[in-house]
């Protein structure tokens, strides 16, 4: 069963910094030779929302809404996937989850094509 944790959430002032955290049970995402790793948020009275995707073919995939602030990244010999969050903005308040899948080469951004969800991490961004 693999798990996920994030990490990384808190409290910052609009035009902050905060990088999330995504660590995987054991050495699944180090050795997984197909696997992508998403990015998800959801903030109260809203549904879930696609972020950003990394696939391990190196494609990615941002929502409009982050593109150029957000950048999502792996590293390997720690079994971690990040989300560099830059330029925050009030409307980035929510609960960002992490989720996996190891059958496909291509990021998605639908939940259901993703099997694997972390438990969640709030990030709140002050005005």
């Known amino acids: 069963q693999v798990q996920l944790v994030e990490s990384g959430g808190g409290l910052v002032q609009a035009g902050g910094s905060l990088r999330l955290s995504c660590a995987a049970s054991?050495?699944?995402?180090?050795?997984?030779?197909?696997?992508?790793v998403a990015w998800f948020r959801q903030a109260p009275r809203k549904e879930r929302e696609f972020v950003a995707a990394?696939?391990?073919?190196?494609?990615?995939d941002y929502a409009d809404s982050v593109k150029g602030r957000f950048t999502i990244s792996r590293n390997n010999a720690k079994n971690t996937v990040y989300l560099q969050m830059d330029s925050l903005k009030p409307e980035d308040t929510a609960v960002y989850y992490c989720?996996?899948?190891?059958?496909?080469?291509?990021?998605?951004?639908?939940?259901?094509?993703?099997?694997?969800w972390g438990q969640g991490t709030q990030v709140t961004v002050s005005s």
């Open positions: 990394l696939a391990w073919s190196g494609n990615t």
């Open positions: 989720a996996a899948r190891f059958t496909s080469r291509s990021p998605g951004r639908e939940t259901y094509e993703y099997d694997y």
């Open positions: 054991a050495h699944t995402f180090s050795s997984a030779t197909v696997a992508t």
